[in-house]
RNA sequence: UCAGUCGGCCGGACGGCCGCUUCCGCAAACGCCGAAAGGCCGCGGGGGAGGAAAGUCCGGGCUCCAUCGACAUGCGGUGCCGGAUAACGUCCGGCGGGGGCGACCCCAGGGAAAGUGCCACAGAAAGCGAACCGCUCCGAACUCCGAAAGGAGGCCGGCAGCAAGGGUGAAAAGGUGCGGCAAGAGCGCACCGCGGGUCCGGCAACGGAACCGGCAUGGUAAACCCCACCGGGAGCAAGACCGAAUAGGGACGGCAUCAGCGGGCCGUUCGCGACAGCGAUAACGCCGCAGGGCCGAUGUCAGGCCAGCCGUCCGGGUAGGUUGCAUGAGGUGGCGCGCGAGCGCCAUCCCAGAGGAAUGGCCGUCACGUAUCGUCUCGCGCGAGCGGGCGAUGCCCUACAGAACCCGGCUUACAGGCCGGCUGAUAUC
């Protein structure tokens, strides 16, 4: 397991699916190499001073070290925006939000037309029939494969 | 013991489990990620946030750019004296002024007789030295006393003197006292203040002494200004090296560039021919001219689109990567010099290096603090109660706060605690 480190994959995972709960936000995009689970932490400057922002991080950082690796989703990256909650909210809680969290995005995977319906997403799930459905994304993607040959 | 003042220091401890990062040693081949540059995976050992890492307010190192080497001008900064320092607006020691019983604290502390400006309100007047209420004097109508001479008062007037007293103000033209005078005034005198040169002490800021001058220049320079001194600009996102995709630049090669008109035999070609030449434009090349090509069933007009495509190589540069990047005005200890800031010598140590940003997460035990309750042949108090010790439980489970090229400072934030010097008051000896 890689951490995220790049300014562009951040703003890919961005534009993809996602799930809140009160401490964090997962973010979630499934790549098209076969490269190990990445995962990436945000936590913007309104959250607190630069010693608070720093617990939030580790924290979350922890969390996704105490997950079971089988609850995420192989060659995906993963982002975690914190917030404010992060510092104080039971550690024990925490995990089981993130489990939960992962799991409802597993679920609007499977069931796209229940979950997000942003522009376009349709035409997609329509297409690629016998595969899980893919966020919009996706289309930019298909061009990074084709300029990496 | 209480109150105060100055300086220095710490800023939870120990343990368990699971991690991150960097360096060193061993292993370095296969492999993995990436287009490349480059990066990554194992084992063992060591290191891993602060006193402010913060604000980014000063000063430097370092890097690049510009060039000035000097002077002038402009702009900005600094501003008692001496010292420390790489440097400073910092620090140390003094001086002067102000505050405090005192230890001690505070001061943007050069120049106001170079010039200009301003001085609100109040007040008569706020600066080319004034006169409101006043004081004194003089004059005269008039009134009173008196027989008279004369005396007293006096609206008012004076191109008469004065600035003591009142009042305003932050500030009113030296202050206090005595003398003096019609009343007064440095008018005279004494002391204080001020100014001047002299002498003495001090490196100096400055202090002291006697003498002289009767006193002349109100404040404001965080108003302009004058004087002295200092300062080139931008910053590690500096800079150096490597280096995609895409777009664009250059060189070379290949392909495509339909079809047209004219010229002329220069070459090929064709015809004639005696093999020297003559002729021909039917064809290609050549020269010149014009026309671009594509799109809709076609034509005209109008309109739109495209004016190349492919390959190889070169150079600049972006994303990205590597470096800069931690041995330094370095820490600790000892000795010596100095009142001190500091300096010198010796020994010893290597002590964070991230880059969407490591230095942690979750627990346990114990301290510390705090709140409540309980308890004690504890202390004080008539008592309610207060204080102390012990125990239990809860809370906070620590405050301010996270290195980002590196140093020296300043400023600001900070739960709680420790140590030392000094001052004042009280009690006891």
Known sequence: MDRLRQR??????????RASSPAFVVQHRERQDC??????????KKNGT???RNRIRRRLRELVKRLDAI???????????????????DFAA?????????????????NPHSGREGGGSGRYASGA??????????????LNDETER
């Not at 562009?8 to 699916?17: C, E, I, Q, S, T």
């Open 129 to 142: 029939p016998g595969r899980p459905a893919r966020s919009p994304d996706n289309e930019m993607h298909g």
């Open 8 to 17: 562009a994959d951040f703003l890919a995972v961005a534009d993809g699916v």
């Open 71 to 89: 609850s995420m989703r192989p060659h995906s990256d993963y982002v975690l925006v914190g917030r404010r909650a992060a510092l104080t909210r």
């Open 50 to 52: 630069a010693t608070e």
């Open 94 to 110: 925490m995990l089981e939000d993130l489990r939960g969290a992962l799991g409802r995005l597993d679920r609007q995977r499977s």
């Open 35 to 44: 490269g190990p689970i990445r995962v990436g932490f945000t936590v913007t």
